[in-house]
């Protein structure tokens, strides 16, 4: 198999070596490490000259971390893709375990994922398949029904785990970039529609959450940010013809409601009146009529001034 992995970064200078170093210790060793730099401006070029010979750099102008990734695949020369992020780390059997599993698992399997170790922050579960609830008997297998641990509230799946044939990423156009947060969930849930996953049930990837570091993540503490963001993803969602009717688009629906409406009263106790009427408006497009989304609203103040009496 030949593999390209492709290492986006953006001021990560202090950490990009040790994900470099992971990658050029494969046992399985791939074809070519690709990095792109989007924007850096500390000493990230500097830290990486040690390492030129083996690695192609490519340097771009800041434009977020579904760009950096989309350049890394069209750049790519290989057929599978390996994404691993600029301040984690592989394990050295990592790519050489997946591509051992896709040879027993046949050419239907596009895609097969690792189990993941956090590390830096003790408050994180241990690993992300036991957080998950995702079991993998045997070691490694198939995953017959990804969309439930993709739609899960704990994550089980990480695209830096990811080995991915490089024509169906380039058939879904790659990463969302009116993403700024969750294109990796969003990537992961319309490649489920084009391939099986399996999975390597070993914790072949650790994922750095050391508090002190900024990360992209941090934006969902952004309410307007995060609502935004969720609300394009789900909007997308629907819009797939796999989703016309079925369980899964019932779920992604009522998601999208209950995001629209707890973004609507958020700005209702800013006092922001048109926002949250904007919202509303979109609920009822979306089908709720104006009596429902007023008993709503109405229940929704009840059970806030409930609980703060409680308290």
Known sequence: MDISVVIPTYNRGN??????QSALAQTYPPREI??????STDDTVERLRPYQDRLRYFYQKNQGASAA?????KLAQGEWIAILASDDLWEPTKLERQVQLLAV???EFGACFTDCRYFGDPSQPANAFLAAGLDCPGGAGEIAEPIKFILAKQAAFF???????RD?????????????IGEDTDLIFRLSFLTRFCVVGEPLVQIDRTTSLTRLVDLYQIPDIAYRNIQLRLERWLQMPELVVGEIRSRISNHLREILYTWAIAKLYQ???AEALNKLRLLHTNGDSWMRIASHLTYRAAHRLLVKKAN
Do not use: H, P, T, Y
Request: some cysteine; overall charge negative.
């Open 15 to 20: 950490e990009i070596v040790r994900a470099v």
């Open 34 to 39: 690709i990095i792109i730099d989007d924007g």
């Open 69 to 73: 990734q989309n350049a890394g695949i």
């Open 105 to 107: 698992m046949g050419k």
């Open 159 to 165: 695209v830096q785990s990811l080995l991915v044939r």
């Open 168 to 180: 169906l990423l380039l058939k879904l156009n790659c990463f969302n970039e009116d993403l700024e």
């Open 271 to 273: 006092l922001k009146f």
